[in-house]
């Protein structure tokens, strides 16, 4: 029988699988604590709210718009 050379690793059956461990927290966090991560972000950062006849309006850029949708 010819041998052959499987060139992608991961279908190579003469390799011993490698044991990955994945590092979760031993107790999960519930919704309330999950809630408090507050992160400060300086108001200078913040987009400034301008008044538009009655409203307020706060302008949001081309960028970050395009990355929302």
């Excluded at 010819?2 to 279908?11: G, P, T």
């Excluded at 461990?21 to 604590?33: E, H, L, S, Y």
């Amino acid at each position: 029988m010819a041998s052959f050379n499987i060139s992608w690793k991961c279908l190579d059956l003469d390799q011993e699988p490698k044991s990955t461990t994945i590092n979760q927290p031993k107790t999960p966090k519930t919704f309330a604590q999950a809630l408090t991560n507050l992160y400060d972000i300086p108001l200078s950062q913040m987009p400034q709210a301008v008044v538009k006849g009655d409203h307020l309006a706060i302008e949001i850029p081309e960028i970050a718009y395009l990355a929302g949708l």
